[in-house]
């Protein structure tokens, strides 16, 4: 094989590998992120004395679920101090409403944030299929009026969103389809898509580029059915673990990271026993997982 037939077959294979999403094990999370609500009853008591050990566990990025009575100010103040960046927040779905949601806009602005998400829709308003469709309507205009200020709205899952309506849609294909892909995008929640039977490559190829962020929890098991065949979702809280330490392959997922559009990871877990261990072992996992 002469040179130039061998750097050919080295650039196709190269580009093949990359269009798979499996080129080589070497690709790491460059900024590790957690999910405050992890440690939501430390951040209650100490805001700052908990962003200062999150920052020095070895995290880079924050997601706030609540500002706890610290002004935008304040928060963009004590981010800097401890080399943090808060590229997201959680809000809740009233502050969707026009009257709250220049507000959120506001304060994302002033700390920094460039993501705005919804993590739950009350139940009473997502109880059929055209309920979810005017959920839709309402996220493309929040997400109108954040594009405006440069803020980029997005919904976070849990498993709900993937069991059948009365008419055998998914509510989250129904949102998918419904909302304006440049208007809003997915948080992934990668625990709670595979607790609902799901497998998040197939909505990575479905949905290429849609989900630049992802919130990474482990689990220890799916949660089974009982004899109505109905399963029992509220045990998989208990099942929940440190990422890692689980079933979810997490090599195989983010191999595939270019193609979903991801660019900030979430460690979260719902209940930990421990709070500060609990991140510090899945920050340990991640920092070390190559894809």
Known sequence: MNRRNFLGTISAATFLSSRLGFAADNHRIEKIGVQ????R????????????????????????????????KDIRAILERNRLTGPSAHVEYKVL?????????????????????????PEE???????????????????????????????????????????????????????????????????????AGK?????????PGRFPLVHVKDTKGIPGADATKAQDFGSSMKEMTEVGSGIIDWKRIFANSNEAGIKHYFVEHDNPSSPFESITKSYRYLEQLRF
């Not at 405050?36 to 440690?39: F, G, H, K, Q, S």
């Not at 208007?183 to 607790?195: A, N």
């Open 36 to 39: 405050l609500y992890t440690v």
């Open 41 to 72: 009853n430390q951040i209650k008591q100490d805001f700052e004395g908990t962003i200062a050990k999150v920052a020095q566990i070895g995290y880079k990025e924050v997601e706030f679920a609540g500002y706890f009575d610290h002004s935008p």
């Open 97 to 121: 409403s026009p009257d709250q949601w220049p507000q959120a806009l506001e304060a994302a602005k002033v700390i920094g944030h460039e993501y705005i998400v919804n993590p739950w829709v």
């Open 125 to 195: 308003l997502r109880k059929s299929p055209d309920d979810w469709k005017r959920v839709a309507e309402n996220f493309n205009r929040a997400g109108a009026e954040s594009k405006k200020a440069g803020i980029q709205f997005a919904y976070h899952n849990h498993w709900f969103e993937f069991q059948p309506m009365s008419d055998g849609q998914l509510p989250y294909d129904i949102l998918l389809k419904n909302c304006d892909a440049s208007l809003v995008k997915m948080e992934l929640d990668l625990c709670w898509i595979t607790v």
């Open 199 to 207: 497998d998040p490559l197939q909505y990575f190829s479905r949905y």
